[in-house]
T-cell receptor, first 109, second 112 residues
């Protein structure tokens, strides 16, 4: 069965304390992996798409990487405004999308 | 700005009273999706339209229906809302099936 698992469920960081969020997947065929940011009470905001192992994308303090089994979202020197839930979604062979439950990130000043 | 718009942002209904949520898009995308998201859970796909072709997920309850009268608009009808239907309802669009999905701000549904 196709599964997407995000860890940790929640992460609390001090401002400036770098860390990584994990998205691991077991799917029949990966066509793409998407990262979204979701603020409380709002819709997910698109961040990155990764298509093949070894690919990396960067945006401001965020960097997403992809291997054959998982993706990492690295956050460098986070600020309080980076606090949000980060969702990972995997697109499989039939173009269906499977979402993870997200990692809730809190960055304290 | 091109975007996905959902109305209303907050909807309160009574148990069993039909409710309609709306979504519009100015992106001119072919595909529109409806998701249900409960607290701390992953978004769950209910339906999607590729142009006018309607696709129902196998486990979407019959209580949920959808209409897409034109490219820009899509509606989610909940015929007899139950307490378990209280959730955030997200509309998304993509240029084609399998492309990056862009989400609206969501409608928070409360069932009393």
């Amino acid at each position: 069965e196709d599964q997407v698992t995000q860890s940790p469920e929640a992460l609390r960081l001090q401002e400036g304390e770098s860390s990584s969020l994990n998205c691991s997947y077991t799917v029949s065929g990966l066509r793409g992996l998407f990262w979204y940011r979701q603020d409380p009470g709002k819709g997910p905001e698109f961040l990155f798409t990764l298509y093949s192992a070894g690919e990396e994308k960067e945006k401001e303090r965020l960097k997403a990487t992809l291997t054959k089994k998982e993706s990492f979202l690295h956050i460098t020197a986070p600020k309080p405004e980076d606090s949000a839930t980060y969702l990972c979604a995997v697109q499989i062979d039939n173009n269906d999308m499977r979402f993870g439950a997200g990692t809730r990130l809190t960055v304290k000043p | 700005d091109a975007m996905v718009i959902q109305n209303p942002r907050y909807q309160v209904t009574q148990f069993g009273k039909p409710v309609t949520l709306s979504c519009s898009q100015t992106l001119n995308h072919n595909v529109m999706y409806w998701y249900q998201q409960k607290s701390s859970q992953a978004p769950k796909l209910l339906f999607h339209y590729y142009d006018k072709d309607f696709n129902n997920e196998a486990d979407t309850p019959d209580n949920f229906q959808s209409r897409r009268p034109n490219t820009s608009f899509c509606f989610l009808d909940i015929r007899s809302p139950g307490l378990g239907d209280a959730a955030m309802y997200l509309c998304a669009t993509s240029r084609a099936w399998g492309d990056t999905q862009y989400f609206g701000p969501g409608t928070r549904l409360t069932v009393l």
